[in-house]
């Protein structure tokens, strides 16, 4: 991070007051962790529902920071550093002075925004744009008030785009976030039901989502899944605007199902022209690379790099990370985060990734469903009972409650239940071998990767 800015800029882009200090020094860096504090660094506090980073500010290395950024009216110890800046409130402090940062660049800033796909699509599209020059896409998963503006912070003159993730849990989150990042590109990747515990219903989610089309400039484009009911009501106000991706014949960018998920395929078409991959794309990832590579023909990027772009990505962590077990046995690890859409495609596409052989699937709770969640538990399940399964593994209180609930014998195939995922190594351990996969899929706290490890 090189802010190239000084503490009077800060304070003016922010609306903060300089308590003290040299309104010319310069501020070049900072960080929000008081124990991740390098030399040169300021330390910007800021306060969540659990904790307050202003009680780390007598402490060292918050002592030895360059400079404070802080909340007005905050106690603040009697040492302090040279520079310390107040501001009414240090989170939309830190995106004000994100969206000052961002709009020192005139290069095409991607927001990708939905309930499924995010990360892959922004990881596919990142790649895509690398074959031209630099990036500057999202870390991780920092797709939220703190995480975008942390990514926007570590553009610079090299890079030629930018790609972020824009992730939400209330009605006005997106726009927020668009307020900050000032996209010129959006991609919508599907309308599902996640959250639901704060969102309550799709229809809110729709709408939540929403507010990205309506940040943006009345003639940019936006890229969408076009078969998603939700998504599909936009087409016709953004007419022109629309690059529309999916499965049918038509698309602008068309995911194709024949034979795809086999190495040397076709697993796009574009405007009609075939876009190959060396690698086997299971259905959930043709989908991704579509949305990506509609971002990329609104950007004008050609065929050819797209197909270059797809090749070079790297898949993010936890999200179908591939490992052998000494049995010989596969080991497919997609639990970074699950929801009642991205388990139903996981499977399917587990299954067509691994057409041959024993193919067992752990699956364990999907978190933050609210009130609707036994109920779509239930439906994943039922949803399974034509599956060609050896054996289903369940982990959690609600996916055990959900077993319980389906009619006896629905599901044709032996299935373990256990309240905590670890009691279930025993089990999957005793099916192991040359012939065998295993899919895991849950929602990131029921933390389905150390199951996986202990194999």
């Not at 409130?89 to 095409?108: E, N, V, Y």
């Not at 010129?184 to 309550?200: D, K, S, Y």
């Amino acid at each position: 991070m090189d802010l190239k800015t000084t503490w009077g800029e800060a304070a003016k882009a922010t609306g903060g007051l300089l308590l003290h200090g040299n309104p010319g020094a310069p501020l070049r860096s900072f960080s929000t962790d008081s124990r991740a504090i390098a030399p040169g660094d300021a330390f910007w506090a800021l306060r969540g529902d659990r904790f307050d980073a202003h009680d780390f500010l007598g402490r060292e290395p918050a002592q030895s920071a360059a400079g404070w950024i802080v909340r007005q009216g905050a106690r603040l110890p009697s040492k302090r550093p040279e520079q310390v800046l107040a501001l009414e409130d240090t989170l939309k402090g830190l995106g004000s002075l994100a969206r000052f940062h961002r709009d020192r660049f005139d290069i095409p800033v991607v927001a990708i925004t939905g309930s499924n796909g995010k990360t892959t699509v922004k990881q596919m599209l990142a790649a895509i744009l690398a074959e031209s020059g630099p990036v500057c896409a999202t870390k991780g998963n920092f797709n939220n008030e703190i995480g975008l503006p942390l990514t926007l912070f570590a553009l610079d003159p090299s890079h030629h785009a930018a790609v972020v993730e824009m992730g939400a849990s209330r009605r006005g989150d997106i726009a927020a976030l668009a307020a900050i990042a000032r996209p010129t590109l959006g991609v919508l990747t599907n309308i599902g039901p996640a959250h639901l515990e704060f969102f309550g219903d799709e229809k809110t989610v729709f709408e939540t989502k929403r507010e990205l089309v309506e940040a943006l400039a009345a003639d940019a484009p936006v890229a969408l899944f076009a078969e998603d009911p939700w998504l599909a009501r936009l087409l016709p106000d953004l007419g022109a605007r629309a690059i529309a991706f999916g499965w049918d014949a038509g698309r602008r960018v068309r995911a194709l199902a024949a034979d795809a998920g086999k190495p040397g395929a076709a697993v796009l078409e574009i405007d009609g022209i075939p876009v190959r991959s060396a690698r086997p794309m299971g259905r959930i990832h043709r989908i991704d690379a579509a949305a990506a590579a509609a971002a990329a023909v609104a950007l004008g990027v050609p065929t050819q790099r797209i197909e270059a772009g797809l090749e070079s990505y790297s898949p993010a962590p936890l999200r179908f990370a591939q490992s052998r077990h000494a049995s010989g046995a596969q080991l497919v690890v997609d639990a970074y985060n699950s929801n009642p859409a991205s388990a139903s495609a996981g499977v399917d596409t587990f299954l067509e990734l691994n057409p041959a052989g024993r193919r067992l699937v752990v699956l364990g709770d999907m978190l933050e469903l609210g009130e609707r969640s036994l109920e779509l538990h239930r439906a994943v399940l039922e949803g399974l009972a034509e599956k060609p399964l050896a054996a289903l593994f369940l982990a959690g209180e609600t996916m055990v409650r959900a077993a319980e609930e389906i009619e006896p014998g629905s599901l044709p195939y032996p299935v373990y239940h256990a309240r905590e995922a670890g009691e279930l190594a025993g089990p999957i351990r005793a099916l192991l071998g040359i012939d065998a996969s295993v899919y895991f899929k849950a929602s990131r706290l029921m933390r389905l990767e150390a199951l996986a490890e202990s194999l």
